[in-house]
């Protein structure tokens, strides 16, 4: 069955950084979303983005978030001036529909 | 805020007994999902409930959506170990595609 594929699976980055998290989401799928989970806590919906433009996004996702579908696979994920609280998994899931999601394994962000 | 409860958070049986989980929320919510998630991995969908009063089964494995589609359960009878996981439950709103996650409830099956 595709998958959706999220490197790196581990990001370490130092306070005040950038990161870049990257996805491939399944190749006929048409919907993508970012969502994340801190430690101990519930995975949390952050941004769906369709048609090249972002369709629904959290309170979480402000101005220190953005997404870009870059090319006609790759699906990225920035954070700029990482905080300590940035410090989560980050999974990427896409859809061909607004129905099932597909996940894939996720990226653990360590913000030092 | 939309929130979705699972109960209980840990349940721990012993091999051959039966489980409840449940998912309850304030909200009505369109359609609602079950994943199960292993470590170091995605959820992966189980199933997906639509209609108000749904019973699907799926092997050992039956979930129900309450007639006014705000909760859920998932039954497992005669648990095995591989039955083991974390399971969550995630609801979608009639507008838009977001998944709200519940907690989660984390089952452990002894042999």
């Known amino acids: 069955e595709p998958e959706v594929t999220q490197t790196p699976s581990h990001q370490v980055t130092q306070m005040g950084q950038e990161v870049i998290l990257r996805c491939v989401p399944i190749?006929?799928?048409?919907?993508f979303y970012w969502y994340r989970q801190i430690l101990g806590q519930k995975v949390e919906f952050l941004v769906s983005?369709?048609?090249?433009?972002?369709?629904?996004k959290s309170e979480i996702f402000d101005d220190q978030f953005s997404v870009e579908r870059p090319d006609g696979s790759n699906f990225t994920l920035k954070i700029r001036s990482t905080k300590l609280e940035d410090s989560a998994m980050y999974f990427c899931?896409?859809?061909?529909?607004?129905?099932?999601?597909?996940f894939g394994d996720g990226t653990r962000l360590s913000i030092l | 805020t939309q929130l979705l409860e699972q109960s209980p958070q840990f349940l721990s049986i012993q091999e051959g007994e039966n489980l409840t989980v449940y998912c309850n929320s304030s909200?009505?919510?369109?359609?609602l999902q079950w994943y199960r998630q292993e470590p170091g991995e995605g959820p992966v969908l189980l199933v997906t409930?639509?209609?108000?009063?749904e019973v699907k089964k799926l092997k050992r494995l039956t979930f129900q959506f309450g007639d006014a589609r705000k909760d859920s359960s998932l039954h497992i009878t005669a648990a095995q170990p591989g039955d083991t996981g974390l399971y969550l439950c995630?609801?979608?709103?009639?507008?838009?595609?977001?998944?709200?996650f519940g907690g989660g409830t984390r089952v452990l099956v002894k042999p």
């Open positions: 995630a609801g979608i709103k009639a507008a838009g595609n977001k998944l709200t």
């Open positions: 983005f369709y048609n090249n433009e972002i369709s629904e």
């Open positions: 909200s009505v919510f369109s359609s």
């Open positions: 190749s006929n799928h048409l919907y």
């Open positions: 409930v639509v209609t108000g009063g």
């Open positions: 899931a896409s859809s061909v529909t607004q129905g099932r999601q597909h």
